[in-house]
């Protein structure tokens, strides 16, 4: 006899899941599920693998700088201002310290003496299971950039950390992962 599912920690009930659609990068799940107050519902989620995104900070005597990047996005057609982050849905076994050095490599050409991990954030827990490390990067190098053929149009450039800190506030930087990255650094005091 097959014992019913239990409630998760929230007391919602899984009854079933299918996948409704799947890529190498997403999948999408349709989960039917009771609700803590017994009403039957669907919630859709979005499995998405960890990612990671890095605040490269130059120490430069005339204040600290940061290297952003600018990157066409084609969901919401536009360029945005963004810190360098990525995946390696390849390497599921690297660490997360391994995909920051390799994605700042990668996108920015830059090579960190030092990352720190300022902490874990989710990127949109409402719809997605996807969640990723923020981290800090100095001591940095330059080198050439390694680019995927996805990321061809990606432009680097190296503005002061005031700066960074004024587009966020008057709305040039609206990427929320580089916004809560450079909020979860700052809280950590690091910056």
């Not at 700042?104 to 030092?114: M, P, Q, S, W």
């Not at 940095?140 to 390694?146: A, F």
Request: net charge negative; aromatic share 8%.
């Amino acid at each position: 006899m097959t014992q019913p599912p239990k409630p998760d920690a929230g007391g919602y009930t899984t009854v079933s899941t299918r996948t409704a659609y799947e890529n190498p990068w997403t999948r999408v799940r349709e989960d039917i599920i009771i609700r803590p107050g017994g009403k039957q519902g669907l919630y859709g989620v979005v499995e998405r693998g960890d990612f990671v995104v890095i605040l490269p900070l130059w120490d430069d005597p005339d204040g600290p700088r940061v290297t952003l990047i600018r990157q066409y996005r084609y969901p919401i057609g536009k360029r945005m201002w963004e810190l360098p982050m990525g995946m390696w849905e390849h390497r599921p076994d690297a660490t997360p310290e391994e995909v920051a050095r390799g994605e700042l490599r990668e996108e920015t050409g830059l090579i960190a003496g030092r990352m720190r991990n300022a902490g874990l954030l989710y990127q949109g827990a409402g719809y997605t299971t996807q969640k990723g490390r923020a981290y800090l990067a100095t001591g940095l190098q330059q080198g050439p950039h390694e680019r995927e053929e996805t990321e061809e149009d990606i432009t680097t450039h190296i503005v002061t950390l005031k700066e960074m800190e004024a587009m966020i506030v008057d709305g040039r930087i609206t990427c929320m992962v580089t916004i809560a990255a450079f909020g979860l650094i700052r809280a950590q005091g690091w910056i």
